[in-house]
Every structure is written in C-alpha cells, then in structure tokens.
C-alpha cells in the first residue's frame, strides 16, 4: 500500500475581483465580483515509502495547495487524500505526530528565544521521549554544524542558520513524512548546497519519504529522481528528471563543425538556425527529422565535428511553463463570476 | 495526564521566558497603566469639591458613594481588569490568520485555543510579578479609603469572580479573533467592543449609577463582569443569594463563551484557505 495516496483532489477558492478606484471601493460594499480560482483540479497521485518527490510547476500552479491539503492546513474542495492511512485534514493527533512541514517563507520558531528553546518546547509537544530527543538533536545539529548557533535568539541568526534550525524542528520527532514549500527559497548558493547535502544524507538514513517543492532546477536535480509537474492544478508529468526533455521536447540541438569551410548557403532548409560562426553551425532540428537531416548533411558535405543533444532541461521546462501560463490566463478571463457581497 | 501537565509547563515557562525579553518595554507598560486611574481619582475629586460647594456640606454623595467609595471602586476595578484585559489577543489572532502563521497551530499536535490560553497565563504572571510592588504601595496608601477587609468567604467569592473575568476576557477577545476567520480583520470590530466593554464594564464608573433602561442592559451582557462584578464583590455591594447568583450567570456566561470559541475555531479552520504563501 503506497504511503500516501491521492485521488481527485480539488481545491477551488472565491478571489474578490477589487476594480480600481474610490467609487469602486464603495459600491464593493455593497456588490462585489468574485473570480473562482481553480488551485487544484482532481490531482491522482500515490506515491510509496521512502520516495523523495519533486513537484515542479509554475507560480500558482498548486504545487503549495496540494502540500497543505496533504499536511492538514486546508479542507478540499472535493476528492479524497490518505498519507500513512491518516485523512490529513482531520488534523488527528496520531498523524500530526508523524509528519512534518516546512515553508520556507515561513518560522515555525520562536522568534525572540533561542531555537533551543524552540526545540523543547518541541520535545513536549511531541512527547519525544527525553533520552531520544537529545540524540536526535545532537545528530541534527551535528550534521547541519549549528551547535554554537542554538543559544543565540532566532532572530538574531541569518537565512540559511534559520532554515537549519526550522529543519531541525521539524525533524526532531523523526517524521516518516516530510512536506518541504521551497526550503532553499533565498537562499545563497553556499546554504542551499549545504541544505541540499543534508536533505540527501537525511533522507538515505532514514528513509523517509519527502515532498518537496523547489524552483531551483539544482535542488530537483541533486535530490529527487521522481519529479511531479503540476500545471493549471493539475498533473502534467510524472516520471524522472530526464524523461521531462523526452516528453515535451520537439526538437534537438545539432551542432557542425564544417571542415573545409564549404558551407550550404540555405541552413535554414535543414532546422531553425541558432547560431552561425563559420565554421560553426548550431541548428534547432525537429527530433523526428534528425536521421534525415543528418544523412543529407553528411552526404554532401564534409564535417570534422558533429554533435546531437538535447535542449537544456532548464528551457524545456520554461516552455512548459510558460505554454502552461498562457492557457491560464486565457482561461481565467472567462471564469470570472459575479456573487453577492459576503465578505 | 503527567504528559500533558508537563507540556503545558513547558508552553508556560517559554511563554513567560519570551515575556521577559524585552523588560524594559515592559515594565514601562505596566507602570503607566496606573495613570488612567490617577487622572479618574482626580476627576471624581473635582466633581466632589464641586457638589460639596453647591450643597454647602461636607459628606457629600453621588448616587449613594462617597469619593472614598469612588477612590476604593476604581482601584478595585484596577484588579479586575488587570485580569480581565487582553491587549494584543483579538487584533493578534486576526494577524495570524490573515498572514499565515496560524498554520503551525494546524499542522503541530497540540490546541491552538489552549496554547493561547497558556500563553496569556504566562503574560499576566509576568504582569503581576512586576505589578505587584506598585499596586501594594498604591492600596497601602490609600488603604483609609477601604471599609476595610472582607470576610473570608465575601473574599473566596472575589478571587473565584476575578479567576473567571479573567477567562471570561480571554474566550470573549479570542472569539472576536476567530472572527477573522471569516473577515480577516477585525479592528472595526474590536474597537465597537471596547467601547462597550469601557462604558459597560463598570472601568468609567459603578454600574449601580447607571438609571433604567440601561441598567437592564448592563445585566443581558456579559461585560459587567470584567471589571465591575468583582469590585462590587469585594466592597460587599453583592451578597447573600445574589452573589451566588451572580457567580453563576458569570460562570454560564464563560461556559457560552468557551463553547462559542471553540465553535468559531472549528468552523473557522474549515474555511481557512491558508494565506500567506
């Protein structure tokens, strides 16, 4: 049985639609427009023990909303949701005790106390037991070099200390699941390498399985051999890293070194052309004409280098994205609805 | 039970810690809420003198007190909202809702209303500790203005009216809060109830004053027992069976609240769509 499991998972929400202007804001007293924003629409998804997940998306396209709906924090719209058996938005204490979620725009410490306080207060919460806390906090803090920080007042500490320490809390009571809302978000390249490191050593020893949601290509690519993209609230992809560039990719990048500087005159008739510095060609080359183009190539020219890739995995992705965007934002302009005032 | 007592022991203690980080401020706070009741004192003084000049006597009342009545009402009613105020508790909750951050209390195992509880627990006793000098030093020097001590059980009965406009104040501020569930702020609604609570309260003056038909809404709503109530208690203006009374419809009225906290929550959290990111 896979250790959390989703199916139809909707959440919708009323936006109140403010149009500019005093007069606006009076008659919004009285009678106000409201867009019906579709976050998630009917996500299915299992996933099993010891998986680390990456959901990639657009701003806005649910990747967030699905983690609160799975950590409890909001109730559906529709469709149903189970991690390790637990409906999460009964917010039962049994299940509370076993997950764990970190935002990274967020502090779940106490901002004036030292995080060490934080960490007891913790303890309690979660009746981890005495003798077992101090072990794991001594390994977290270890692992993450953060002894000498935990006396100072949270607020005194940088970025990258506090996320240290908001991971130390939330794994203090040694989850079997673990919701992470881009937890490198701001951080320097030095921090989320760091964060990066211990996340993957983390989650080796223990096994435990990971959500995670990042717009850092470097954090999906070190950490997560699943990747989950989600794109107007619903899933678009699910599969490795790799396979993205396969599934959405048309084209591939093909690059010639002409050796006798004889170039053909018409390039354009084999691909789009990217970039020409004699004797250099970079050509974009439909994937299912590239063994034709090739040949024709090789045939009547003489090449000293060729060399067939495909797309950086970065642009792939921004494509995705951005054709993603667009059927949004044509869609939304039809989705606004008018209700009555009552908020 | 051990487990649970020892959790609210820790949320108390860090709660009192993350109290006494910034003392200064604080004591500063408290210092100066003894000045509204100096300028009261001096405010009923002058009315006073004024009445005793017109009737050219000497013992002058108004609506049966005396200014040393008056003088030992406000002090009393310096206790009382001592416990029964809760600045920062509503206006607080709304704050947490509307930027996100209620979203620990949702997802860690523990009970959002009973972790404020705790922690307003931990604010008064921070509150009294550095209020308690001055507070003694004012009651000693005017303690000529005092009937003098209640009996024991006029007192029991005071300390268990102040224990609840202390819970009472809490469940009644933290329901407002809630409210910012549905309308995310609510300091419209917020000042609306302290300017009830300053008027019906008894703060600006006894309650008994008040003519018809505004004595009988001063007895529908609950406000009468954050400040007035135990003052009355302790200067022996309520006794006999209309103690007990009263100490029951001030308990019905804190059991109304709790359950309309707990309802506002509940619901609350339902409709929450987790703001903030």
């Known amino acids: 049985m896979s250790i959390i499991e989703i199916e139809g998972l909707t959440k919708s929400y009323q936006v109140y639609q403010k149009k500019e202007g005093l007069l606006a804001s009076f008659s919004g007293l009285f009678r106000r427009d409201y867009r019906e924003v579709q976050a998630v629409r009917g996500i299915d998804l299992s996933v099993e023990q010891g998986e680390f997940v990456a959901f990639l998306g657009p701003n806005g396209a649910g990747k967030t909303t699905t983690l609160k709906l799975l950590s409890g924090v909001i109730t559906p719209s529709g469709g149903t949701a189970r991690v390790m058996g637990h409906v999460p938005w009964k917010r039962e204490n049994e299940y509370r005790r076993r997950f764990a979620l970190v935002m990274g725009q967020k502090n779940q410490l106490w901002w004036d106390l030292p995080a060490q306080e934080s960490f007891l207060l913790h303890q309690q919460i979660y009746r981890i037991d005495p003798e077992q806390f101090r072990r794991t906090r001594d390994e977290l803090v270890d692992l993450l070099a953060v002894r000498r920080l935990l006396g100072q007042p949270v607020r005194e500490l940088s970025l990258g200390e506090r996320m240290k320490m908001e991971l130390i809390a939330a794994l203090l009571h040694s989850p079997d699941v673990l919701f992470l809302d881009e937890p490198t978000i701001g951080l320097d390249v030095v921090a989320q390498h760091n964060i990066q490191k211990f996340l993957k050593h983390y989650q080796n020893l223990r096994n435990i399985t990971i959500l995670l949601t990042s717009h850092y290509m470097k954090d999906i690519a070190a950490l997560c051999r699943r990747v989950v993209i989600i794109a107007q609230g619903q899933i678009i992809y699910d599969g490795s890293l790799s396979g993205i560039v396969d599934r959405f990719s048309s084209h591939k990048v093909l690059t010639l070194l002409f050796a006798d500087s004889k170039m053909p005159s018409d390039l354009a008739r084999f691909g789009d052309v990217l970039e020409v510095a004699e004797p250099k060609v970079t050509l974009k080359v439909d994937r299912h004409v590239i063994a034709d183009v090739l040949s024709s190539i090789l045939a009547n020219y003489t090449l000293q280098d060729v060399s067939v890739e495909d797309p950086p995995l970065e642009e792939v992705i921004a494509d995705v994205f951005s054709l993603s965007y667009n059927e949004v934002t044509g869609q939304e302009a039809a989705q606004v609805v008018t209700s009555p005032s009552n908020q | ?277």
Not at chain 2, 46 to 65: L, M, N, P, Q
């Open chain 2, 1 to 277: 039970m051990y487990a649970r007592a020892l959790t609210w022991w820790t949320i108390l203690r860090i709660c009192l810690e993350e109290r006494l980080v910034y003392r200064g401020d604080f004591a500063l706070g408290t210092l100066m809420r003894f000045l509204p009741i100096v300028t009261q004192i001096f405010l009923w003084a002058a009315v006073f003198a004024a009445v005793r000049a017109g009737e050219g006597g000497s013992d002058a009342t108004i609506a049966g007190y005396h200014y040393q009545d008056f003088v030992a009402y406000y002090l009393l009613t310096m206790v009382s909202r001592a416990f029964s105020s809760m600045p920062g508790l509503a206006s607080g909750i709304a704050r947490q809702i509307r930027e996100g951050e209620i979203k620990k209390y949702l997802i860690q195992p523990i009970d959002m209303i009973s972790f404020m509880l705790l922690s307003r627990v931990a604010h008064k006793l921070v509150y009294y500790g550095v209020a308690l000098g001055p507070f003694a030093l004012v009651f000693f020097l005017l303690r000529s203005y005092f009937p003098g001590w209640p009996e024991p059980e006029i007192f029991l009965a005071f300390v268990a009216s102040l224990i609840m406009s202390f819970l009472l104040g809490f469940f009644l501020e933290a329901t407002i809060g809630m409210i910012g569930f549905w309308f995310l702020e609510v300091s419209s609604l917020l000042f609306v109830y302290m300017l009830f609570s300053f008027f019906f309260s008894g703060h600006m003056f006894p309650l008994d004053m008040l003519p018809q038909p505004w004595s009988t809404v001063v007895m529908l709503i609950p406000l009468q027992y954050l400040a007035y109530f135990p003052a009355a208690v302790f200067l022996g203006k309520i006794t006999g069976d209309a103690l007990v009374f009263g100490l029951l419809v001030q308990l019905g009225w804190l059991i109304a609240m709790i359950v309309a906290c707990r309802l506002a929550y509940h619901f609350g959290t339902r409709r929450y769509s987790g703001y903030g990111g």
